[in-house]
Nanobody
Framework: QVQVVESGGGLVQPGGSLRLSCTVS????????MGWYRQAPGKQRELVAT???????NYSDSVEGRFTISRGNAKNMVSLQMNSLNPEDTAVYYCNAHILSRDFWGQGTQVTVSS
């Protein structure tokens, strides 16, 4: 059974940084892409950043230049370095792994940006 587990969320002051990590277990196949999405209260889930197995990245306009997505050395690991955080970044962040034409999601990790 494929499991996606996020870690690294928390409370940070405006202008601060956080690093999220995600690992996928339960499969021998490498994901063709992995990504981070977020959902703020009362809003739809939105794309934050994605990265393919060839390490081609894509960012939403709202995080471009502040966030960096990267794949880990181990198979099916991805991180999201978030800098210059602002209150509008407050949301539950979800990791996604696309494996053999299926999408797998983690349970989410809360990121709160507040003074």
């Amino acid at each position: 059974q494929v499991q996606v587990v996020e870690s690294g969320g928390g409370l940070v002051q405006p202008g601060g940084s956080l690093r999220l990590s995600c690992t996928v277990s339960g499969t021998i196949f490498m994901s063709s892409s992995m990504g981070w999405y977020r959902q703020a209260p009362g809003k739809q889930r939105e794309l934050v950043a994605t990265i393919t197995s060839a390490e081609i990245t894509n960012y939403s306009d709202s995080v471009e230049g502040r966030f960096t997505i990267s794949r880990g050395n181990a198979k099916n690991m991805v991180s999201l370095q978030m800098n210059s955080l602002n209150p509008e970044d407050t949301a539950v962040y979800y990791c996604n792994a696309h494996i053999l034409s299926r999408d797998f999601w983690g349970q989410g990790t809360q990121v709160t940006v507040s003074s």
